[in-house]
C-alpha cells in the first residue's frame, strides 16, 4: 500500500465539500435550489455580473 501525502489545499477542499454536504442534507430540493438563487442574487450584484440565463433544452440527433 502507498502512503500519500495530500496536500494541504486539496484537504482543505475536502473539507469544504463535506461541509456543504452536511448543510445540504438538511434542506429539501425547493429549499436548496432558493438559497442558491439567493447566493446567485447577491453575488451578481456584489460583483456587478450580467450572466446569461442558461436553460437545459433538447438537443437535435
Do not use: F, G, I
Not at 1 to 22: A, D, F, G, H, I
Not at 27 to 49: C, I, M, P
Amino acid at each position: 500500500m502507498t502512503n500519500y501525502q495530500e496536500e494541504p489545499s486539496l484537504l482543505e477542499v475536502r473539507q469544504w465539500k463535506e461541509q456543504c454536504r452536511l448543510e445540504r442534507v438538511q434542506l429539501t430540493d425547493e429549499q436548496y435550489l432558493k438559497k442558491l438563487k439567493e447566493v446567485t442574487a447577491k453575488l451578481k450584484a456584489e460583483y456587478h455580473l450580467n450572466c446569461p440565463a442558461v436553460t437545459l433544452s433538447a438537443t437535435k440527433s
